[in-house]
């Protein structure tokens, strides 16, 4: 079975972490971030992988790449077509009035906008492929409040109830979702930059810090590849999709 996977964030952390698992996997990979990485295996035969720089926060350049046949071509030849979307931005981490403008309409861009657009060019360019999975990377901070993180925290649950209504047409025979499995998925906490970034906040800011702090002293933080297994485990299995808004410290 020739699977393909659009994988957004490839460049860093769990990104990486997941283009090497799913390269080992026998997948084909196309990672869209602004930097480009070397993976540490090549991708098995008959695979590829390929990567697209690419600014998400750019909504115009982003509208550009998907209205080329670049990324739909590889999906019209898949047998099953994966769309995970993982890059995301912490900032800003402030209190609400104490912000930068520019900061929030970044994280809004990245962590929705590109989502929701890369999600709604996915349902319509796969609609003949088989099988075809969309991942959304969630977060904790999407179903509990955190002060300093208002952004964000706002921004993942919109992803959340994103797939709410996008599960709900995913069962209409119309829609051009019908059939997609769908998962909205928190990871769990991650040793990746954006944790060294978390640790980074001053505590004025981020009030929460301290309980941060002790899961990195601690050794308490998830390896990005450990994550990248079991999500990869989880997207493979029958069950994926089952629950669309989930969090894989609670699956296997
Ligand atoms: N780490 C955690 O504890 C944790 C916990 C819960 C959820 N998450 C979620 O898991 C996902 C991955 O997080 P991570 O910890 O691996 O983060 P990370 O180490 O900061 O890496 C973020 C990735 O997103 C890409 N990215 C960020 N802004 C981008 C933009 N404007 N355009 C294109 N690519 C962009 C980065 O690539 P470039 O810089 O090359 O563009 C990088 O590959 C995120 O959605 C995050 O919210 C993480």
């Not at 957004?8 to 952390?13: A, L, M, W, Y």
């Not at 029958?238 to 629950?243: H, Q, V």
């Given at each position: 079975m020739k699977t393909l996977v659009i994988l957004?964030?490839?460049?860093?952390?769990l990104g990486a972490a997941l283009t090497d698992e799913l390269l080992g996997l026998g997948c084909s990979v196309i990672g869209l971030s602004r930097k480009s990485l070397v993976p540490k295996g090549a991708a098995k035969p008959g695979c590829f992988f390929d990567q697209v720089a690419i600014d998400l926060a750019d909504s115009e350049a982003l509208g550009r790449l998907l209205a080329d046949d670049c990324l739909s071509k590889p999906i019209r030849d898949a047998d099953r077509a994966i769309l995970i979307n993982n890059a995301g931005l912490l900032n800003p981490v402030g209190l609400v009035g104490e912000q930068s403008p520019t900061e929030i309409a970044q994280s809004v861009s990245t962590n929705v906008t590109a989502v929701l657009m890369l999600t709604n060019w996915f349902a319509k360019v796969s609609q003949k492929t088989a099988d075809r999975r969309l991942v959304q990377v969630s977060s904790g901070a999407a179903r509990s409040a955190y002060s300093g993180w208002s952004v964000y925290c706002a921004t993942k649950a919109a992803l959340d109830h994103h797939v709410r209504c996008l599960a709900m047409e995913a069962?209409?025979?119309?829609?051009?979702?019908?059939?997609l499995k769908i998962c909205s998925l928190a990871?769990?906490?991650?040793?990746t930059d954006m944790q060294a970034q978390v640790r980074a906040s001053d505590l004025a800011s981020f009030p929460m810090r301290p309980k941060f702090d002790e899961l990195k002293a601690s050794g308490s933080l998830a390896s990005p590849e450990d994550v990248s297994q079991r999500l990869c485990k989880h997207l493979f299995s029958?069950?994926?999709?089952?629950?669309p808004v989930a969090d894989l410290r609670s699956i296997g």
């Open positions: 957004t964030g490839h460049s860093r952390g069962e209409q025979p119309h829609s051009p979702s019908f059939g990871p769990g906490v991650i040793d029958d069950g994926f999709g089952k629950d």
